[in-house]
């Protein structure tokens, strides 16, 4: 008779590195239900940001993440410059755009190391990281920072660029193209990873619109939503790219969605170069009146969703974050049931998920669990090993 | 359809349901639509099948006559009649529906979508709302051990009071 056995993994995530508690029920090694606990290390950002001035909110919110700590600032910024009446000059909102793909290529690129890593695939790793690396200069000698920017604020931006940066700029970026280009060649065309990426853990149309999921993952079950084209902010529609999407909803299309979103970046900025106005970058907004409204933005996970309300004082009256990973963590419900448990370490990984995205305030984290656990070294052995069985097969006499 | 016409197609849609509509002022894509709760479940289901909204999420705001819930819709995906070219196809439909003091109670809506699984449970821990028929009403954010009864999005909380309480703070 099958028996059922509960794998625990968490509550400190062996792999992400991060507190998040997956139970996956297991019947061998086929995995047949789970369930996800989160909020380990919920920050309580939604209450603090009721107790900060209107100009304060976005330091703070940029520390929901630092990845995405462009993109969650600048859903804010358009919730409140919606309230106030405000359209920021021309020129900012340039400069934002391109600190915006500046971070969704670095994102990308740590996603395409570390996704390479769990499989066993140390050379993709390094690769990833020594091509993204450059784009982490860039934001550094554009904003003043690795991370954590702050270069948008209520009605404009904080820095200018001269044409001297802009020209190292595109210099810099036309070796992150090659790097990438180069990586990205070797992912498609290497037999392994399509053996042992293509068809796994599928999310279907049907099930990611059910989900609500949004950006890279959802646009490789071939939904194609993407809020920088769905409903334009700063200068997405002045600018000319594509939106990318697969049909397949796998490990492997995950994968190609980004690869792909990567080039379109780039594309993005260099024509934000060319197209840069002169002029002024900041509006001075002087007040924020009462009123409400909703900001979102496509960070590099997908879309960020902020909602604002303002009753005529100093800050926020509510304000309320949804990040991307929070609605698409969920659908690990989708892509892993029916999988064995070494594919289950790519399907998480290939939402990319944040768990600071996910949580937003401080609770006591579990220290009364003493039982053996799947640990990182063991899952991450796991997957390599899938992938080394593949490579005998493919390479036989390797 | 242009954005406008899509917020008038909801709006005609949902009838009866309808108790107010606001439009800002130059945000033809932004639209909040004040709905009575009893009726949650229905237009929900209108939004997601008939408009193919996506539930970007939910807000809960504590009023002075209960819980605000605001349904955030992004109608984005337009198979029927999509917008002109290069008319951007996203409006943001905020559905708003209160549910009233003293016992912030309101239909689930996961029946719908399973988007609205996460954050209903998120409103219940934070802001005390009830979601009748939710499949799975376990604490989603709060701590195992947080106190019963105690909301920390409520108007009412008090930060430092609790932590005294709770924590002994000075």
Request: proline share 6%.
């Amino acid at each position: 008779m099958a028996r059922r056995t509960l794998l625990p993994i968490g509550p400190f995530h062996p792999l992400q590195e991060e507190p998040e508690h997956f139970q996956l029920y297991v019947d061998g090694e086929t995995i047949v239900d789970m369930d996800v606990r989160i909020s380990y290390n919920h920050r309580g950002i939604e209450k603090l940001s009721e107790s900060k001035t209107f100009d304060q909110v976005p330091f703070l919110v940029e520390r929901v993440c630092g990845i995405c700590s462009a993109s969650h600032p600048m859903a804010y910024i358009c919730a409140v410059e919606d309230i106030a009446g405000v359209q920021a000059p021309l020129r900012s909102e340039y400069l934002r755009t391109i600190v915006l793909e500046l971070e969704r290529i670095h994102s990308h690129l740590l996603w395409a190391g570390l996704a390479g890593h769990f499989i066993g695939y140390n050379t993709v790793f390094m690769w990833a990281w020594k091509y993204r690396e450059p784009v982490m200069d860039i934001l550094e000698y554009l904003t003043g920072s690795r991370v954590e920017y702050a270069n948008a604020k209520i009605g404009g931006s904080r820095r200018d660029m001269d044409d001297e940066l802009a020209g190292r700029v595109r210099k810099d970026l036309d070796e992150i193209e090659k790097g990438t280009y180069l990586l990205t060649k070797a992912v498609l065309d290497d037999p392994v990873l399509a053996a042992r990426l293509k068809g796994a853990c599928t999310i279907s149309y049907e099930q990611a619109v059910n989900f609500g999921m949004t950006g890279p993952s959802v646009r490789a079950s071939g939904v194609p939503i993407d809020v920088r084209h769905d409903d334009p902010y700063c200068v997405y529609d002045q600018v000319d790219w594509e939106v990318i999407t697969t049909p397949n909803g796998d490990v492997f299309d995950k994968v190609v969605v980004r690869l792909l979103e990567t080039f379109e970046s780039i594309k993005i900025v260099r024509q934000c170069l060319d197209q840069m106005p002169e002029g002024e970058i900041d509006a001075k907004v002087q007040e924020v009146p009462p009123g409400e409204a909703v900001g979102h933005v496509e960070a590099p996970r997908g879309e960020t969703f902020h909602y604002v309300r303002s009753d005529g004082g100093n800050g926020p009256a509510r304000h309320k974050i949804r990040a991307p990973s929070y609605v698409n963590v969920p659908s690990f419900k989708a892509s892993s049931i029916g999988q064995p448990v070494a594919d289950v370490t790519i399907a998480m990984a290939a939402l990319d998920p944040c768990y600071s995205c996910t949580e937003r305030m401080v609770v006591a984290v579990d220290a009364d669990s003493g039982k053996p656990r799947y640990g990182w070294n063991d899952l991450v052995r796991l997957s390599q090993e899938k992938t080394r069985r593949l490579m005998k097969k493919v390479y036989p006499t390797h | 359809m242009k954005a406008t016409e899509v917020v008038d197609a909801v709006v005609r849609k949902l009838g009866d349901s309808v108790l107010a509509v606001k439009r800002p002022e130059g945000l033809p894509r932004r639209a909040y639509v004040d709905v009575k709760a009893e009726d949650i479940v229905a237009v929900s289901r209108t939004m997601f099948a008939d408009f193919h909204g996506r539930l970007a999420t939910v807000s809960g705001v504590d009023v002075r006559d209960g819980a605000e819930i605001l349904y955030h819709w992004c109608i984005e995906r337009h198979t029927l009649d999509p917008p002109a070219e290069g008319e951007p196809p996203c409006v943001v439909v905020t559905v708003r529906a209160l549910a009233p003091y003293p016992d912030l109670v309101i239909d689930s809506i996961v029946c719908v979508t399973e988007a609205a699984n996460w954050i209903e449970r998120e409103i219940h821990d934070l802001l005390g709302v009830s979601f009748t028929d939710h499949p799975d009403m376990r604490r989603l954010i709060l701590a195992d051990d947080w106190p019963e009864g105690v909301y920390p999005l409520r108007r009412d909380f008090d930060v430092a009071a609790f932590r005294r309480k709770e924590y002994g703070d000075e």
